[in-house]
């Protein structure tokens, strides 16, 4: 086991995980981090528990959308295989660029 610190909101918070995990980690931590903040700048009258449950419900949501967007192609795929494979890559396209700018 390793540990390794991670900052949310600018709070220190240490935590155990695999080796080899703790880059992964960070990566994680920064993406709450940014929703934290982004939250922080729109709603300025919350509490930092507040904050967290917050950006834990939209990440949740933003993976139930991904779930559902995974089934979908799944389904389409078992049915027409060429046409699925295309609209894969795009709804995936899609999947990642908002992953990346959430």
């Given at each position: 086991?390793?540990?390794?610190?991670?900052?949310?909101?600018?709070?220190?918070?240490?935590?155990?995980?695999?080796?080899?995990?703790?880059?992964?980690?960070?990566?994680?931590?920064?993406?709450?981090?940014?929703?934290?903040?982004?939250?922080?700048?729109?709603?300025?009258?919350?509490?930092?528990?507040?904050?967290?449950?917050?950006?834990?419900?939209?990440?949740?949501?933003?993976?139930?959308q991904a779930y559902e967007t995974v089934d979908?192609?799944?389904?389409?795929?078992?049915?027409?295989?060429?046409?699925?494979?295309?609209?894969?890559?795009?709804?995936?396209?899609?999947?990642?660029?908002?992953?990346?700018?959430?």
């Open positions: 086991m390793s540990s390794v610190t991670v900052k949310v909101n600018g709070r220190p918070y240490p935590i155990i995980c695999g080796d080899g995990e703790e880059d992964h980690l960070k990566y994680l931590a920064e993406f709450v981090d940014k929703k934290v903040k982004d939250l922080g700048n729109v709603a300025s009258n919350t509490t930092e528990a507040q904050l967290l449950l917050m950006a834990s419900l939209l990440i949740a949501d933003d993976l139930s979908k192609l799944k389904d389409e795929s078992e049915n027409n295989p060429p046409a699925a494979i295309e609209n894969w890559a795009e709804k995936l396209e899609a999947i990642a660029e908002k992953l990346e700018s959430a």
